[in-house]
């Protein structure tokens, strides 16, 4: 199958969707996974400004998903999914800066596998959950670790304006089985491993949290971070880096 790249996009005060195609973005006249159609309009990369790549309805992340992670937080491996969520405020196209607040003192970065739905779901199989996950992208699950080591529930940890960096465009045509997945801060690895490590495929996430809630069309699923995570400080830069998919940049700094 053909690895195909869309993007979300804002030219002229505009949101739209569109197909990459080297240095250009062939224009869709609405979101790709509802059928989107090509307009014959193209814009060069340089002149918009990529968004996160749905406008999903809410984000719903994994917890302890790689074996490695959970030792290094010091927790057992779960018998089934852990899930949370973040709200659709905190989300941050590439480019955008992740903001530390003053509430915390250790911000974190979290590099992970994001995963697009592509139709409504509810109560589905493996295999139905795995046709529905129509596209992937970066994702950096940014964190407030000292709030969350203080807290029961993961809810303010997780949910500050920008901490939820997707992007730079969701691919369709890969297989999220076994990718090599990387974080960068300053140009210094910190996080590096591979798809295959997670507990939970993402077939049996997103058939997993179905049970619990309805899914949407452009809803984002977090699939979990590998070992590796560590702290962000203002004037940083963050990369989260996914085979066949692309880098996510961001920049650090601090709430005004």
Known sequence: ????????????????????????????????????????????????????????????????????????????????????????????????????????????????????????????????????????????????????RREVQHTRAKSYDTFSCAGPWAVTGLSPADLHILCRVNGQVRQDSRTSDMIFSPARLVSFISHIMTLLPGDLISTGTPSGVGKLAAGDTVEVEIEGIGTLVNPVEMDS
Request: aromatic residues 6%; contains cysteine.
């Open 1 to 148: 199958m053909t690895v195909t790249r869309y993007c979300r996009f804002l030219h002229e005060g505009r949101s739209q969707y569109g197909r990459v195609e080297g240095s250009e973005v062939a224009v869709l006249n609405g979101a790709p996974w509802a059928g989107g159609k090509e307009t014959g309009l193209r814009r060069s990369l340089s002149v918009v400004t990529l968004l996160v790549p749905s406008e999903a309805s809410k984000v719903v992340c994994i917890g302890q998903n790689y074996r490695k992670h959970a030792e290094e937080m010091g927790k057992a491996v779960p018998p089934e999914p852990l899930i949370f969520m973040k709200p659709s405020t905190s989300l941050n196209g590439p480019g955008a800066p992740i903001r530390i607040p003053k509430a915390s003192e250790e911000v974190h970065h979290e590099a992970e596998l994001g995963l697009v739905i592509g139709e409504k779901l509810k109560k589905v199989d493996e295999a139905t959950a795995a046709r529905a996950i129509w596209g992937l992208t970066c994702f950096n699950d940014v964190t407030a670790r000292d709030i969350q």
